[in-house]
């Protein structure tokens, strides 16, 4: 369980009171499986504000990958509305989620999909070669602590490593919106915490709206606030007044 009081508390980098960014009403996605329905979002509402670090908690098969996926532009709704900054991401069609993934959101996933024959520095180059305004690679990798890894392929790396190259890959065309899924799931303790501190700290420096979802609950004391997901729904919400330093998480 995390600490409650931390020596170094993080203060919000949340601006509540500023119009959102993200406003979804209504999200319903049901996947069709033969003659099967299953229903992965019922009804969800939310906003996500500039700036914010949002942790979405629940258990698997209670829907944060399924929101993840459509609020990222990789799925659509079965019905309700996504906008982003104004722009229908849920009618907009593939053109306009295209247009949404390659310019305005960064993933992480699980899982690193880094290119084994490319080091840290070409598999970065891979979106900045691609993005209309992109930082360099060897900056995107310095704000993850990996400067000294830019010549290494992913073989020569650690777990933890291999994912801050994932995650500097996902923030070097400087996306407004970060979304990272179990980005330490695959991580033991100490080294999901250096993860999450590459996270944190892209979240604070660059003033990046980000989404991490979770099953583990010790992340949420890292959070601005904490959307927590039931069978589709949103069930809770909770907000930090202060952000626990994610060194002194414990699970």
């Known amino acids: 369980m ?43 509402d939310l906003d996500f504000h500039p700036g914010e670090l949002v942790v979405l908690l629940g258990a698997s098969g209670s829907g944060k990958s399924t929101l993840l996926n459509v609020l990222g532009g990789l799925d659509i709704p079965t019905a309700g509305t996504l906008r982003y900054k104004g722009w229908d991401l849920s009618g907009g069609g593939e053109r306009t989620l295209t247009q949404f993934r ?23 180059a891979l ?27 992913p073989s020569q790396l650690s777990g933890g490593e291999q994912q801050r190259v994932a995650i500097a890959r996902a923030i070097a065309k400087k996306p407004e919106v970060l979304l990272c899924d179990e980005p330490t799931g695959a991580l033991d303790v100490t080294t999901g ?28 004391a890292m959070a601005d606030r904490v959307l927590h997901l039931s069978d589709g729904h949103i069930i809770k919400e909770s907000r930090n007044e202060t952000r626990v330093d994610v060194k002194t998480l414990q699970w």
Do not use: W
């Not at 009081?5 to 049901?30: D, H, M, N, W, Y």
């Open 2 to 44: 995390p600490r409650h009081q931390s020596t170094r508390p993080q203060p919000s980098a949340a601006k509540p009171a500023s119009p959102p960014i993200f406003e979804a009403r209504g999200l319903r996605k049901v996947y069709h499986t033969g003659d099967l329905d299953v229903v992965a979002l019922q009804g969800v």
């Open 102 to 124: 390659r310019n305005c959101v960064g993933f992480v996933f699980q899982f690193y999909n880094l290119i084994p024959s490319l080091t840290a520095r070409e598999n970065v």
């Open 127 to 153: 979106i900045t070669d691609i993005a209309p305004d992109p930082m360099k690679p060897e900056d995107a990798l310095d704000r993850v602590g990996l400067s000294h890894r830019l010549d290494h392929f």
């Open 193 to 220: 915490i250096t993860v999450l501190e590459a996270i944190e700290r892209i979240n604070r420096e660059l003033g990046t709206l980000t989404v991490v979802i979770t099953h583990n609950a010790a992340m949420a």
